[in-house]
Each structure stands twice: as C-alpha cells, then as structure tokens.
C-alpha cells in the first residue's frame, strides 16, 4: 500500500510538477538566446498573467475560448477523428451566431443569449459535419478536408464582412468605416461577471462545459460510441454501431464546441465580428487538447496555462521588448515535457513505472469506413 | 533587441510612448514596422526625451488588452496602428482623457481632443510613381503587386499609379492584381508575389510596382530577378533592400514614421494636434522617391515633367482621380 | 534451455516437442521470451549446451531458431518474396534483387512442398497459405530450433498431413521443432516430447507412450476433461435463418460467395465446412450486414433483413461470434466488462436515458465472467490483458449471453485450450436443445463433425456439398475441402 | 483565340505551377519517408521554417548560399530528430511532437529573426543561380519549363525519382514500409524497428529542410516571419492525396499550385471581376472535391501514428 501511495505521488505530483519546471527552464535558455533576462521576462511574463491589475480577470477571458476549443478537439481525438479544422469552425460559428445576435431584437437575455449559442454552435457543427460526412462517405482524409475547409471558412467570413470588387458585405454594418459585422443587440451580450475588468458569463459557460463533455464521453452511450469507434472500428460495426453516422455526428459535436468558442468571443469582448476573429487561435487549441491527453477534466489547466502565457505574453513584451514569438518558445518547451513524462521519469531517474506510450490521438488507419 | 532607454540625462520629464499593433506584427515590413521606426526616431532624438515600447498584438481580442497594459503602466502617448484597432482606440481615448493616442491609417468622424488619426493621400507618391513609369516603360505594360484590396491606403496607391501611368503615356496597359485574402498570408506571401510579377512580366511588363507589404516586395524581388525596372512603396525601399538596387527606379513614399514622430513631438512641445492629421505632398508627408541608380538613366525633360506634376498635385490644380 | 516463471523446458535435437497449456498458461510467452520479443525477468537459456543472451530476434535468428507465431507476422501489402526474405534480402548494393528472391523462394517452397506464388501479395492469400508463407520465413531463415504456436488451427487435413510431413523431414536432419497446439490427437500424432503448462508453471513432462489424451487434457486443466461431445439427435423447429442464392464480393471486389443457398431451423446446429479463405468470412458478414449483398436474400423467421442494418439484424436476434476477435470480437482497449455488454450497450438495463449503468453493466459481466469461467483479474481491465483464448472466451459469452434466436459461429472455439472448447460445445448444444438455431463455420473438421446436426462444405464460395453429419466421414469432406469434385 | 493563349501564356503558366510546387514536393517527400516508416509528421510546416530560417542565417553571416543550402538541410535533419527522440524513443503521440515542432519553430525563427536579422541593412548573398542546361534549355517548350530552374527545383525534380527508387527498390524501402505497415512484424524479421523509423524521421527532415531553403534561398533572398505561410500542411495533404507515393504527390501538388496561378491569373490577366475570396477558394475547394471525389479512400500505412514498444 505505501509504495502505491508513493508511486502515486510520484506519477500525480512531483512529475508533472518537475515537468512544468524544466519546461520554464528550457524556455530560458531560449530567453537568454534572444538577449533578454529570464528573471526579469518569467517576472512580467507572472504579472503581466495574474498580478497586476485585471491581469487575472484577463487570463480567464484568453482562457474561455480554449478551454471550449480544446474540449472539442479533445472530443474529435477521442474518436479517432483528428480535427484540424477548429479555426473554421471558430469562424463560421462565430458568423451565423453574430448573425442572429445583430438580427434579434428587444428580447430578453434569457432568450437572446441562448439563440445567438446556439446559432454560433450550429454552424460549427454544420461546418465540421462537412469534413465528417465526406470521411464517412468518401473516406476523404479529415486531416485534408478539416485543413482546406479553415482556408474557406476564413474566406466566406471574409467576403460575408468585407466583401469585393469595392462592394461591401452583405453582413457589414451600415456606417461604419471598418469591415465588421453590426453590435449584436444588447439583450445578446454576455454580461461583464467581474466589475471594471472583459471577463464575462462566457467564463461559466467554458466552465459548464467541462463536465458536460467529460459526461458526454465517459458516461454516457453517444460517448461509448464514439469512443469504440476510436479505438476498434471493426469491433464497433460488428456490435452494430454505424461507424459513418458516428463520424459525422462526433465531427459535429466537436465543430459545435468550436463554434461556440467563436460566438462566445463575439457576444462576450467585441460584441461584433470581423474576419480576424479567430486569427491565432487554432493551433493553439491542438495543443492544448494534446496537452490535456484528450481529457475534458485535463482541458482546465492547459486552456488556463496557454491563457496565462497569451495574457502574460504582452507585459512580457513590454518589459523585455524581446518579439512576442517568445511565448510560443515558452509554450513548445512546456508541452514536450508536460506531453513526454517519460523524459522527466528518466531525469529524474524514476524506475517505478515503465515508460508507456501515451497515445492521445486514436487514429484507426487502417479500416477505412463504408 | 528593444527601444528600452536612449533618454539624455538632461530630461525633466520623460515620456513614455508605446505602440500597439495589429496583428501583422511590427516583421509586416509595412506600416507597422514603419510606425515602430518614427517611434524609435522619437526615442533617440534627445531633444524629446522619449522612453517607447511596443506591444505585438497576437489575436484581435488583445488589441483593448494591450493598449490598457500600457495605461496601467501610466504611459503618456500610445500609437495604435491600423483600422483594426479603430474601436479599441476610440473607447481607450474617450475613457482617459488624460493620455494622448495617435492611430495610424485611420479617421473618426468625431474625435475626443486627446485622439489624433494620422492618414496620408498614398494616391500622390503613387501617381506620381505611375507618371514616371509611364514615361519609362518601353513595352507600355506594367504590373503592380498588390496587397488586400479591402485596405484602403493599398487601394490608393494602386489607383494612384494607374492614374499617373495614363496620364504620362495614354498607351500604358496596367496590370494589377490584389493578393486574395487568406488571413496568415496576408501582406506577407512574397513567393506568390514574385510569381505574379513573372506573370506580368509574361504579359510583357517592365515594370512591377509592390505594394502590400513582403507580398509586394516578392513582387519587386521578381522583377529585379528578371532584369526589370521596379517601384518601391512606403519608404524608401533603394536602402532596405540593397540587393535589389539595380531595379529600383523610385519609391512611392509614405512617411509613416514622420507622422508618427511628428504627433509624439508635438506632445512633447505641448502642441498636440487632435482630429484627422493627413499629410500630403504639401506637409511633406508623402513623397516620391530619389530615382537613385536611375538618376542617369531618367532624361532631364521626364524629370521636370514629374516636377511640373508635383507642383500641380500640391496646389491642386491637378487632380490624382482617386476619391480616398 | 531454461526460461523464467520457474518453467524448465529442455528440448533435444532431432525431436518434436509439444508445449501444451490452458489458455494463459504462458506458452506464447515463454516461446517469445526465447524468441527474444519478450525479455525474461530472471533464468538463463542455454543453446548446445552453452548459455546465450537473445536480446531480440536478431539473436535468435542469429542463433538459428525461427518461431511461426499464431497471430501471423506478416505484412499484408507486400509480397510472398518480400515477406519472406525481409531482415534477409537477396540485395546487390542495397537494391534488392527481385527475380533472385523469387527464384529462392521457388526453390524453398518446391524442397518443402510447400506451393506458394512468391509474387503474390499476402493480403491476398487464404490464412492456409500465410501459415506456409510463415513456416517459410523461418526456413529462409535456416531455422534449426522451429516454433510452431498453434500452427494447425487453419490448416485443412491434408495441409496439417503436408505441415507434419515437413516437421518430420526437419527433426529427421536433426533439427527440434517446439510445437504448441491445444489439439491432442496432432500431440499422439506428432510429438517426441511433451510438457505441459498451466498458470505460467509446467505441471508435466511426458511422452505420447505415456499417457493418454485424457490424461493431458486432465494435466492442462486440472480436472478431467470430456473430449467427446454429449448430444442427442436435433430436433428441428421451425426455420430461423434462410439465405437465398446470395452473391458477396470480398474486399478487393472479387466474388467470394457465389449465389449461396441455406437455411437454418431453431434447435438445429448447421456446420459449414472449409479451409479458410473459400468465402466463410464474407458469407458471415452478408448474413449479419457488415457486407452488402450483390444479390440475393437473407430472411429472418421469414422477414427479409438483407437490406436491414448490423444493429436492426442484431437487435431482431442474429447473434455473431466473429472469426477474428482481435479485429471483429472485442475492443483490446476497453475494459472487460464493456466488452461483454458490447451489443446491447444502447440498451436498458445498461442505458437509461442515453446514460450508461455502471452498476448493472458490472454485475452482468461479472455474472458471465463467472459462468464462462474467463480467467481475469477484473472486469474493469482492459480486454487486451487477456491471453488469446480467453479472449476468445470473452466473446462466446457476450453473444450466448445476449440469447439470440440464430447464432453464426465462426471458428468459436479457436486458440481455446480443450477445457473450454469441452465447455464452448457443451453450451453450444444446450441451447440448441432450448432451440437456439446455429450456423457453425469452423475450419476445424473434427469441430463440425461433433458438433453439426448437417454439414454444408464450401469451396471457392460455392456450396459443394450437404451432408448428414451422422453418415459424413471425415476423409471425403476433407477432399471436398480440398476442391475435389462431390 | 491566339490573343487568349498569348495572354494564358502556358508555357509561363507550367513553369510557374512546377516552381511553387517545389516546397510542396520536397515536403511531401519528406513526409513520405516519415510516415512510411510508421511515423506521422505533422511538423513539415516547421521545419520548412526552421530550413528557412536557419538557412539564410548562415547563408547571411558567410555570405555563402552553399553553406546556407546546407545549413538548411542539417538544421531540418536536427529538428527532425527531436520528433524522432520524442516520438520514437519517448513514445509521445507523434501528433504532439509535431504540433511541439511547428510551435516551436514559428517562435525560434521570429524571436531571432527579430534579434539578429530584422534590422540588418547589409546585403544577403542573394539568391541561388538559375542554370540552363546546355542543349536541353533550348528545347522549345519543355526548355523553359524543366531546364532554366534553380538548384532546389531541380534537386525536387530528381528526388522525385530518387524517393520512388529508394521506398520501391531497396533493402531499406522495404525495411521501412515493413516498419510502417506491422513493426511488431518487422521486429521478428530481425529488423531494429527503432532504428528504422530514426533513419526516415531525419531524412523527412533533410527534404523539408530543404524544401524550407526554396523561400529564402532561391526565391526571395532573405527570410521573412511566418514565411512558408502553411505550405507544410498543404503538402501534408498533398502526400494523403498522392496516396503516399512520389509521383502522387508531385501530381497533387501541381493540381494545388495549377489552379492557385488560375485563379490569380484570372484576375491579373484575364481581368475577371468574380470576389477575389472566391478565386482563392478555389485550390482549396478544388482539392476537397478531387480528395472526397476523384480518390477516395486515402489507405495510410496501417502502423503510421501508432508509437511503437517492445514488450
Ligand atoms: N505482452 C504481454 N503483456 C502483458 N501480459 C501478457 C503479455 N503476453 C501475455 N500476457 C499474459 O500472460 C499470460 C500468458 O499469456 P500467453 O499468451 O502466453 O498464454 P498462452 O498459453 O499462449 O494462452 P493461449 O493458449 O490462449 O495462447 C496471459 O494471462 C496473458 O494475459
Ligand atoms: N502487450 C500486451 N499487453 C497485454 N496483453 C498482451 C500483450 N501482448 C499480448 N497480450 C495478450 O497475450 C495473449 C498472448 O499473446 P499472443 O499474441 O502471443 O497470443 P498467441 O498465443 O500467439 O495467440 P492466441 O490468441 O491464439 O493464443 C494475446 O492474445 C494478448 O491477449
Ligand atoms: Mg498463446
Ligand atoms: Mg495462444
């Protein structure tokens, strides 16, 4: 018994613990390189995340959409389904919500708020569903599909928004000087939940979101579905699961919770869309359900460690005036060792457990669907 | 790397001035960068006693974000760049009074007297580059490289030079083409850049205007490759791309940073100037280019012609046909 | 040689040694530990007489010995040749010389009899001849010490005839053969030597001479063991399943069930008969919808289903037990417990709501674990701890359990120790005699022959043959088998 | 009609598509190599940019564009063998490593892009030469197309034989499909699986690297941020498309870049006034229709992905 409770310890706190720590020590080095105090830089970079004024209201708000994209990535990889196109799917849900957010008016919030919701996640869903149905019925690879449909999302959002040939889009608003979609209508907008600081109701919703999709997958029978996908999907058409409708709908859910990472961004800080609003924001999210072994519970602390290090990133830059690519130093060398415990482990010359392989993302390959 | 320091001693006050970018960052060889050089000129001229920092805006939610970072640290000025920091400028301006804001490329209708919106008429340095390509273009084809057609100032400069090129030589065919949006790529792609000039160029032109950032410059670099005649944009591009020299036969100027660096010093010499600030050819806030290697090359009779369009454009006797 | 878990083995030259075992006894694993896959925890192997260190198989093939693992080590996209001289190949300058190796492999085969296509790919062979292409790669390799794990399982009489012959030729030039199997007639055919493991110990060394086959069976499992099935004539009901002149493809679009026609009635056990790789699989994925038919039907109590998805059929009383577990039977990664409600885990008592009940789920798998006697540490386990036969087990609960009113068996019994194949058979017609109607696919003859009521042969995805199990014998359905003409 | 061709101008038009194809290609290979072997790289993107970057860093401070081709070659190998310590040796999802990867190199580049070179004013050592071939740059059409390149374009032409030779032909290519398709299998065929998969891992790494050296090398002349702006993932999907096979690939990618210089020249040339966003969907969409359409199935070697342990 003593020796499990050590190698519990071991696995569950000092590992992940030294892992952090090596990660802040390679980024550094890197620090270093670029001609600038790592003391001073980690100082700001702590600050500028958590201590200084509305620092840490404001790594929540950079938190919200990560925490959604990276559960609906984290859902795709449960499934076998390697969703790359989370930007799109940022993108479109962040249009038809916005949409219905400008078009509403007078009702109130309790009506407003979930209907531009559901929009946003609607089209997020609609816009994934297309790269599962074509994996499902053409065994077009998703990777391609969810890829190519980013670069198309972006530019139907462009064009919606700042349209051509010298033309305005048709979703512009009216007298403005700018490219953006009109203010959502007011009954539409999240409400401010800290005074004086951006962090607003979007934070509950990330929140409530965690333990819905942790449910969604490890408890309830759509989860085992598209778990037995991921894993077996010989097993699981034999057993009389329809492999391709699970695709499609796994696609869904997770372009939803995308979806809903765009519209919530929109209704809670710029109450309005352009076609940057999901700039920056995919890849970001990939790491972050990687980082999280596709674990909803896990999605918590790495959406609230890449929020610290977006929000810490600009005081950083200010103090160091170092290029704010820093951070992404900062990020790579966190997730090799948060991602590899193994090398830590072998640091640390820890012999207990063996190294495991830890395969986040359960790609079957081989069987194609039909 | 940084601008940190360059005060003299001999400051009683020392100002502080940071610049929030959009988020093609200060490496988009364009407006943001040239902000950031008025910002640095301000910063070494000891007369002015300018500390300045710049904050690199990763994704459109920071941009509110980073100009406040630089409030709380009690900045005095703070220059945003571009129109998609419109908003965020504004509601900054009107909730502190206290701090002066300049934003570059950008113009309210109504400004708060702490808020200055810095424009240029890019549409003379381009007719006034066109001009001189329609007086040097042997094949009466040229090409310009541009970037995203939904940024004005690139819309103007293209125009511009279209304008001026028609205006010198009736017979000119211009080609253009604007980078289709694709949000990484944006203003940044000069591989496509270059091979659109080699298109032109298949076309028959022998001469690439690039204007669009490093798309643009990959423009330049294709006809430099090709052993054609090339127009720089917003600076004087002869100095920043010397291995491109022999190509360049003038920059269509745009002197973002001495917009900048004007605004902070009328800070510091207490003569702040609110509300749309646009320079022209009469302030000296847009230019064309020395003709540098051309110099020889450019006959005495095509230079005063450009001069003579250069007096008219300034009085306003002559018409670049671009409604900014 | 020795090897660890307290297991001495030692095997002399020029023998045939039969390694013996319940499911998880350890055999597969101790031979991989020999083969240098599995490295021991403690114990030494000694080879002529002088201790060596197999560090990977590498070493072993190195030190001469070549293993026919059961699950096949081959790599289906490439060709005979290539699997079979690959880690060797005949190469001139690091490009590899294809005529030469065909020509080796001609020549191998013709010295061993053993007829392969050495420009065919293997993922286009029958299991039969992957077995040969297997046996092979280890010939290439001049393996002097052979391991066989369960080599016969898919081998038609006359192929295992042809294996033994080979095995005999080998041991004559003074080579060993290690051949693990769970069949003990193959054992009192073939074996010089045999040992005997159970829970990763050896129980016993004897020879054929010795004892007799109950007395191993008994020695493997503990307690005695009836190898005869106990049954009485069927009693035919009512018809359950009808398959209907159906036309199936196989993967790469060739016909592989041509224009079929069978039915099955409740309380009757319908064997069908064949070497592997005639169209068994395809057929069996027809009848439960994880293959389109081109043409023809497959009608449940009279309802057409040949349109109806997987999880209807199942939903209306179809029951599978699929060939290959590992691809089609159970999910290795799951744990144990959701492996075996697998097919009704949509359903109450295990859902409410869309809501799993962990609860009754457990207590369910518990109970089957319990009756079917799966050896596991925990239903919460994952399903890939278990060694091959208990995986196998593991399925045959989940779908006895289920009670289907059809039950299509394919190779139920296959990698399962004589125990549990007693146990398996003994299930199998009970319900048969409670009225379950089975369709039996099994490559094992003596398996059909003691448990089928009739017996449909296949060849090439044509039904040649439908005999009376009471008056079928053995060496004319193993030419039918075999493609002789009916 | 001749008025239309002059202004198509095919021949500018072909030798174009196969001159920005020239990234896409050496990338694809290189992923080829890599997944092949059973390892997915999903970092091709950042080692472009890293062969980018560093290779014009070196080619800068020698002012030799050899020893920068070089250093962009070596440097791609190095960061390829961290996805191999990583994915190989330490058994991480090989999709993290490569997400690590392409992080990582996005913020090495621009951090010391911005240190060493931003405000650098003294000339780079320009671009790679272009070479006629004697004789053959002569010939009519094919001349100009295949003959008057750079060093890269025409290092992608040959190595497109060169890969197919090597994965189709040798004791290696055969080693290392075996590796991709069942390691366990392999392993008991006597091969060092490990090894193996290293070996292609650093090789992908060679040719993205190099592939990385066509921006700043033979094309621009100097590194720019973020300058293979995602022409690694676009090679990705060229390598599913051309169904991991050299000739594949070349084919996906010139489909790609074909109809990218269609659409811009429909706007230069032919002065077509369709929305521009709609002309620069259109290689995208073109390669959805043609993946889900014309393919089909997409059959990845069976191990690629999966970390392999030796029990
Ligand atoms: N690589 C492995 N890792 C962990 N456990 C293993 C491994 N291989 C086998 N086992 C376990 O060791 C025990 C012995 O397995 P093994 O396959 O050797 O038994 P076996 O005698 O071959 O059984 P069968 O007759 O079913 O093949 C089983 O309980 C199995 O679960
Ligand atoms: N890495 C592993 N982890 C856990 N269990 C394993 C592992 N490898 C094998 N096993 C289990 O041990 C069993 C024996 O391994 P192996 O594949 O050698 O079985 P086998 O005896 O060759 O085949 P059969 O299933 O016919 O007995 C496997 O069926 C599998 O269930
Ligand atoms: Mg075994
Ligand atoms: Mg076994």
Sequence with gaps: MRRFRAGWLVSSLLVPLASVVAGFLVGALAIVAAGADPLQAYGALFAGAFTNRNAFAETLVSTVPYVLLGLGLALGFRAGLFNIGAEGQFYIGALTGVFVGYSIHGLPLFIEIPAALLAGMAGGFAWAAIAGFLKAWTGAHEVITSIMLNYVAFLVANYLIDGANGKPGVMVAPNVSTPRTPDVDLGAMLPIIVPGSRLHLGLLLALIAVPLVWFLIERTTVGFRLRAVGFNQGTARAAGISVAQTIVLTMGISGALAGAAGIVQVLGLSHHMTDTVAAGYGFDAIAIALLARSNPWGVLPAALLFGALHNGAGFMQLETQVSSDLISIVQASLIIFVAAPAIVRWLLRLREQPVETVQITQREVETPVG | GGTTGGTSSSCSKTFKVGQVTDIGKLSDKSFNFDANVGLKAAQSDPSLCVKGAVIESTSEDDYAKNIQTFLDQKYDMIVTVGFKLGDATLKAAQDNPGVKFAIVDYTYKTYPSNLAGLVFSEDQPGFLAG??????????????????????????????????????????????????????????????????????????????FGVGGNTGNGGLIGANEQGKMCVGVDVDQYLFFPELRRCFITSAEKLVHNGVKTAITNLVKGTWVSGTVSYNLKNNGVALGPYHDFDSKISASSKAKIKDIMTKLKDGSLSTGVTA | MRANDGVDLAVEWGQVHALLGENGAGKSTLMNVVYGLVSPDSGEIDFDGNPVKIGGPQDAIRLGIGMVHQHFMLIPPLTVAENIVLGREIASAG???????????????????????????????????????????????????????????????????????????????????????????????????????????????????????????????????????????????????????????????????????????????????????????????????????????????????????????????????????????????????????????????????????????????????????????????????????????????????????????????????????????????????????????????????????????????????????????????????????? | MTAFLQQLDPVSLVSIMLITATPLVLAALGGMMCERSGVVNIALEGIMLTGAFIGYFVAFLTQNLWLGLLAAIVSGMLIATLHAVLSVSFLVDQIVSGTVINILAVGVTGVFYRTYLETATTAGPGTLPHWNLPLLSSIPVLGPILFQNQLVTYAMLVLIFVVHFVLFNTVWGLRTRACGENPRAAETAGINVYFVRYVNVIASGA?????????????????????????????????????????????????????????????????????????????????????????????????????????
């Design chain 3, 95 to 486: 490009v590899v010389n294809l005529d030469r190796s065909y020509r080796t492999v001609n020549d191998l085969s013709a010295r061993y009899g053993l007829e392969v296509d050495p420009r065919q790919r293997v993922q286009d062979l029958s299991v039969g001849v992957q077995q040969r292409v297997e046996i092979l790669k280890a010939l290439y390799r001049g393996a002097r010490l052979l391991i066989l794990d369960e080599p016969t399982a898919v081998l038609t009489p006359q192929e295992i005839e042809g294996l033994f012959e080979i095995v005999r030729t080998l041991t004559a030039a003074g080579n060993a053969v290690i051949f693990i199997t769970h069949k003990l007639a193959e054992v009192m055919e073939i074996a010089d030597q045999i040992t005997v493991m159970r829970r990763g110990q050896v129980v016993g060394v004897t020879t054929p001479a010795e004892s007799k086959p109950a007395d191993l069976a008994r020695m493997m499992v503990g307690r005695p063991v009836l190898l005869r099935v106990e049954k009485q004539p069927a009693k035919p009901g009512s018809e359950v399943l009808r398959v209907d002149d159906l036309v199936v493809h196989d993967d790469r679009r060739q016909l592989a069930v041509d224009h079929v026609g069978l039915a099955v009635r409740a309380g009757e056990i319908l064997g069908i008969a064949g070497v592997e790789g005639n169209g068994q699989n395809e057929l069996v994925e027809a009848i439960v919808g994880l293959r389109p038919a081109r043409s023809g039907k497959v009608l449940l109590e009279g309802k057409d289903i040949t349109r109806r998805p997987t999880r209807d059929r199942l939903r209306r009383g179809v029951g599978l037990i699929p060939a290959d577990r590992q691809r089609q039977g159970i999910i290795l990664e799951l744990p144990i417990a959701d492996n075996l409600i697998l097919s009704d885990y949509d359903r109450p008592p295990y859902e409410r709501w869309l809501v799993r009940q962990f609860n009754t789920i457990r207590s369910a798998a518990e109970r089957l674990v319990e009756t079917f006697d799966i050896r596991i540490r925990s239903v919460d386990d994952p399903a890939g701890s278990l060694s091959g036969g208990n995986q196998q087990k593991l399925v045959v609960a989940r779908e006895l359990g289920t009670a289907p009113k059809v039950l299509v068996a394919s190779q139920p019994t296959r990698g399962v120790d004589v125990g549990s194949i007693e146990f398996i058979h003994r299930r199998l017609v009970t319900e048969r005699d409670a009225g379950l109607a089975v369709l039996l696919v099994s490559s094992e003859l003596d398996e059909i022959l003691s448990l089928a009521d009739r017996v449909a042969v296949l060849y090439r995805g044509r039904i040649v043959a439908v005999l009376d199990a009471a008056e079928a014998e053995r060496e004319h359905i193993g030419l039918l088998m075999a493609g002789a003409a009916a």
């Design chain 2, 131 to 208: 001009a001189l390509a329609g007086l040097l273009t042997k094949t009466n084809v040229i090409g310009e490289v541009a970037g995203l057609e939904s940024v004005p100032p690139v819309v103007h400069y293209v125009q511009g030079f279209e304008n001026g090129a028609k205006f010198t030589n009736p017979k000119v065919h211009p080609l253009h083409i604007y980078q289709p949006e694709s949000g990484a790529k944006d203003f940044n792609d000069p591989d496509w850049g270059k091979q659109q000039a080699l298109t032109f160029i298949g076309q028959g032109a022998d001469i690439i």
């Design chain 4, 207 to 311: 040719l993205a690297g190099l592939g990385g050296a066509y921006f700043s090398l033979q094309q621009i002349g100097t590194f720019l941020p973020n300058m293979t702006g995602g022409r690694g993932f676009i090679a990705l999907a060229a390598m599913i498309f051309g169904k991991w096979t050299p000739g594949g690939a070349f084919l996906a990618s010139l489909l790609f870049t074909g109809s990218d210089q269609l659409g811009s020249r429909l706007q230069s040339v032919f002065q077509v006034h369709v929305p521009l966003q709609f002309l620069g969907m259109l290689p995208y969409v073109l390669t959805i229709v043609v993946v889900a359409g014309a393919m089909g199935r997409a059959i990845a070697p069976a191990a690629v992905g999966r970390p392999y342990k030796k029990t």
